[in-house]
């Protein structure tokens, strides 16, 4: 696998399928699972997929860290994403890191981790629900906005 300035995704679950659906109309990607029976799932569906835990240097080469653009660390275990970030860092300095912080308390420690940018969705759908609550709008309007602009990025 040769890929070059391509996105690494450390995890699947419910917070990466619409990233990878997102991700796979721009660039080329290749996941990282852990679960043996979830990797052969992705690659039967035509994913790049490497099968091994997300701290794994090995895996990591061989997932491309070295030639990557990014990194999305999401496996929804912010302890193990915190590793996955450190480890991620020390192979390749001037990446792009992504992570979610599943709990809102931890976003601080995975950007002291190392990851660049750190998105909280509890915090997002907190400030969703008190602005829905305050205003009377209907967030779903907000949200349709926020996806016209990302979409069009």
Same mark, same amino acid.
């Not at 835990?53 to 997932?63: G, H, M, Q, Y």
């Given at each position: ?29 290749v996941? /990282? =699972?852990?679960?043996? @029976?979830? $990797?052969?799932? +992705?690659?039967?569906? !035509?994913?790049?997929? #490497?099968? *091994?835990e ?45 992570? /979610? =912080?599943?709990?809102v @308390?931890? $976003?601080?420690? +995975?950007?002291?981790? !190392?990851?660049?940018? #750190?998105? *909280? ?8 629900l ?24």
């Amino acid at each position: 696998m040769e890929l070059r300035d391509h996105v690494i995704v450390l995890g699947y679950g419910y917070l990466t399928r619409p990233v990878l659906d997102k991700l796979g109309k721009k660039t080329r990607y290749v996941v /990282v =699972a852990t679960d043996p @029976e979830l $990797a052969e799932r +992705l690659q039967l569906k !035509g994913y790049e997929v #490497v099968e *091994s835990e997300s701290v794994n240097e090995e895996a990591l080469e061989a997932a491309g860290i070295g030639r990557a653009s990014a990194v999305v660390v999401a496996s929804e275990n912010d302890a193990e994403d915190a590793l996955s970030i450190l480890t991620v860092r020390e192979h390749n300095p001037e990446i792009q890191i992504i992570s /979610v =912080a599943s709990n809102v @308390e931890n $976003a601080r420690k +995975l950007r002291r981790a !190392g990851a660049n940018t #750190v998105i *909280s969705p509890a915090n997002i759908v907190g400030k969703l629900l008190a602005e829905s609550a305050l205003t009377g709008e209907d967030t779903e309007k907000m949200l349709d906005e926020m996806r016209y602009r990302l979409r069009e990025a």
